[in-house]
């Protein structure tokens, strides 16, 4: 089983849907890097309240201590030019990988996912954990949440969105 690396992106836009609850149901255990964290506890978020209970819920692991993995990230940050919290949800996928553990990370910033394609890095974006979710049979129907996901700001391509209801059989 890999293990599952999120970035602030999904976060927010789950929490944005109320559907949080998807990445225990659906991957059992996520782990968020300390840069993510920071982020996500900003509290500049409508939804902060619901991304400390994330964060404080016993399926959301943090980031164990690995001396080089903020060396690597800032690394990682200026030369694909990322923010910190892809850049160190990436390196610590990348050590994972280094020690033959499969790692998928979370991840939605275009910037992040072509750094990761780039590295080898296995992701899935919200959009995708969406779809899992119906196929799990735990959401009833991708296209009202991502639609709620549009209207609240989250930039979603109507390319992408057609991709996912075609997926979905919506």
Request: charged share 20%; hydrophobic share 50%; net charge positive.
């Amino acid at each position: 089983m890999s293990i599952v690396i999120a970035d602030a992106g999904p976060f927010i836009a789950l929490a944005r849907v109320d559907q949080l609850a998807l990445l225990p149901a659906l991957f059992g255990e996520v782990v968020v890097t300390e840069a993510v964290k920071t982020e996500l506890l900003a509290g500049v978020f409508a939804e902060t309240a619901l991304l400390k209970a994330a964060l404080s819920a016993r399926w959301c692991k943090q980031q164990p201590k690995i001396a080089t993995l903020a060396e690597r990230s800032t690394k990682l940050a200026s030369n694909h030019l990322i923010g910190a919290g892809e850049s160190s949800g990436i390196a610590l996928a990348q050590y994972y990988g280094e020690r033959a553990t499969p790692a998928l990370v979370l991840l939605d910033d275009a910037r992040g996912r072509r750094a990761a394609q780039r590295l080898q890095i296995a992701m899935i974006g919200t959009t995708g954990v969406l779809l899992l979710g119906k196929q799990a049979e735990l959401v009833s129907a991708a296209a009202p949440l991502l639609e709620a996901l549009k209207r609240s700001g989250y930039f979603l391509s109507e390319r992408l969105i057609k991709a996912a209801l075609a997926q979905a059989g919506e």
